[in-house]
Antibody, heavy 120, light 107 residues
Framework: QVQLVDSGGGVVQPGRSLRLSCAAS????????MHWVRQAPGKGLDWVAV????????FYADSARGRFTISRDNSKNTVDLQMNSLRVEDTAMYYC?????????????WGQGTVVTVSS | DIQMTQSPSSLSASVGDRVTITCRAS??????LNWYQQKPGKGPKFLIY???SLQSGVPSRFSGSGSGTDFTLTISSLQPEDFGTYYC?????????FGQGTRLEIK
């Protein structure tokens, strides 16, 4: 079955860390760039980070740069998002998304999302 | 950063209506424009890429047009299952940015 399964969300205090994970199945994972996109409660979509198909390149939104790290393991078909120094404004549903084959910076498959709540 | 602005923010239409949503970029993005549909509690669904190319499996009543800074998503004959929020997204440059969304309600 072709799918992305997001996990790792939870409730965390400001300043603490959390690691999200996305497990891919049913397609050639190592052929696709992978992204994380978030959505604050009741708000729109907000791109967070991308990692190239082979892990050699990473790019981040300004809000994530220096605090978040995206990584992948092509042997396990997983992509992670390490989030450090979390802020209240990082509270959101976090989606793993696959980069489209023809347009790397488009998202042709999405996970179900995992909820991150940053609160004291 | 490239800002994406959608209009309207919300609309209500009847089954069978022709619906148009517009998206404007703050600078030229050629045809690097994509559209998504999101239903409550779900991840978005990829509808259209490169401004006018229909993603596989998407009904042909959906179409996209435009280039440069102005783009449109059209639903030729609205169906009950087309409710949800629609987002445009530019894939021209990093950071990737989305429009604020258009909430479509079926009357």
């Amino acid at each position: 079955q072709v799918q992305l399964v997001d996990s790792g969300g939870g409730v965390v205090q400001p300043g603490r860390s959390l690691r999200l994970s996305c497990a891919a199945s049913g397609f050639s994972f190592s052929s696709h760039a992978m992204h994380w996109v978030r959505q604050a409660p009741g708000k729109g979509l907000d791109w967070v980070a991308v990692i190239s198909y082979d892990g050699s390149n990473e790019f981040y939104a300004d809000s994530a740069r220096g605090r978040f790290t995206i990584s992948r393991d092509n042997s396990k078909n997983t992509v992670d998002l390490q989030m450090n120094s979390l802020r209240v404004e990082d509270t959101a549903m976090y989606y793993c998304a696959r980069g489209a084959s023809r347009i790397v910076y488009a998202f042709d498959m999405w996970g179900q999302g995992t909820v991150v709540t940053v609160s004291s | 950063d490239i800002q994406m602005t959608q209009s309207p923010s919300s609309l209500s239409a009847s089954v069978g209506d022709r619906v148009t949503i517009t998206c404007r970029a703050s600078q030229s993005i050629s045809s690097y424009l994509n559209w998504y549909q999101q239903k409550p509690g779900k991840g978005p669904k990829f509808l259209i890429y490169a401004a006018s190319s229909l993603q596989s499996g998407v009904p042909s009543r959906f179409s996209g047009s435009g280039s440069g800074t102005d783009f449109t998503l059209t639903i030729s004959s609205l169906q009950p299952e087309d409710f949800g929020t629609y987002y445009c997204q530019q894939s021209y440059s990093i950071p990737i940015t989305f429009g604020q969304g258009t909430r479509l309600e079926i009357k």
